[in-house]
């Protein structure tokens, strides 16, 4: 009774018989001492704030252990939140630095690519863009560049053949390589 009018000799008793057993229990759901310490503090202080709510009927131990379960319990959910939002950071980090060196390996191999294209004679580099840039089939560039399906073909399979050798020459075939096993990791 004496609790509840605010004694605080009676307080001192209630810490004093009750704050081991709080810490220990506080102590083997968080793995903290600190944290587990901290805990019983704030248990302690809530039952000594709301002492005018306790029933003096009931034992205060199981309120004790109630609020300090709640309070531990909070603390390892915001602690699952903070590894789950660490977690979900790195991943989002991950894909945005994925995403950039795609774009960089892809600029240039473009750049490469276009280079080796200046090597080209015209009709070949024309039918080359079509084909690989525009997505055109043999029959939609003999259309537009009014030549025959074999000519198209013919273009194509020589722009292949000069770049893979342009490619071959300058090993940009080992960094293609490369750069795509980097990519799939």
Known sequence: MAFR?????????VFDQNFKKMYNFSFK???????AEEVVHDALMNIWIN????????????????ITRRLALNILR??????????????????????????????????????????????????FKMSRF?????????????????TVKNHLVSALKTLKNHFNQSDVSYFVLISLSLLKK
Do not use: C
């Not at 009018?5 to 008793?13: P, V």
């Not at 759901?29 to 944290?35: T, Y």
């Not at 029933?55 to 199981?62: G, L, S, Y």
């Not at 473009?110 to 015209?122: C, D, K, V």
């Open 51 to 66: 002492r005018e709510r306790i029933n003096p009927e009931f034992p205060i131990a199981p309120y004790l252990y109630t």
């Open 134 to 150: 525009e997505g055109l089939n043999y029959d939609e560039i003999a259309v537009k560049l009014n030549i025959s399906r074999n």
């Open 5 to 13: 009018k605010g004694d605080e000799t009676a307080f001192r008793t």
């Open 29 to 35: 759901l968080l793995k903290n001492r600190e944290q």
């Open 78 to 127: 915001q602690m699952a939140t903070s590894q789950k939002t660490i977690d979900q950071l790195w991943l989002n980090i991950e894909k945005v630095t994925n995403n950039t060196e795609e774009a960089i390996l892809l600029s240039d191999l473009q750049s490469f690519t276009e280079a080796a294209l200046i090597h080209l004679p015209p009709q070949q580099q024309i039918v």
